[in-house]
């Protein structure tokens, strides 16, 4: 089955126009664009020790997310804690027990992550 030319030749004047449109906006637009940033290691003696002082880089930023989520999780734990208080579920000392095993897991937490970003 042969397709009908006129619909061809439509489309053709139709996409070319708005894709070279497309085009010439990228263009512009990414002239605007910053320079790539050096990583935190330093920029490297070549391309491979470079790569590796950007993986260290997304490594450093994958630690914090963990980080991040143990905080996140504590403070959850010790809030659910605070709220079962009035209801009689749990005691002061429950929560402060819970306020104080959190704070020293995030310390180790830190700690571990760090020794570990280091060996890197």
Known sequence: ?????????????KFIPAFLLSVSAFTV???GL???E????????GIKQTLQNYGFDMVMLVALFVISAMFIGV????YI?????HT????WGQFGLTVAVGAMLLV??????TEATGIL
């Open 38 to 45: 050096d990583p935190s290691r330093g920029k490297g003696t």
């Open 88 to 91: 009689g579920k749990k005691t």
């Open 75 to 78: 403070c959850y734990h010790a």
């Open 1 to 13: 089955m042969r397709p009908n030319m006129k619909y061809i030749y439509t489309f053709i004047q």
């Open 29 to 31: 637009q990414a002239a």
């Open 81 to 85: 804690t605070f709220s079962e208080i």
């Open 108 to 113: 180790i937490g830190i700690w571990l992550l």
């Open 34 to 36: 910053p320079t790539l």
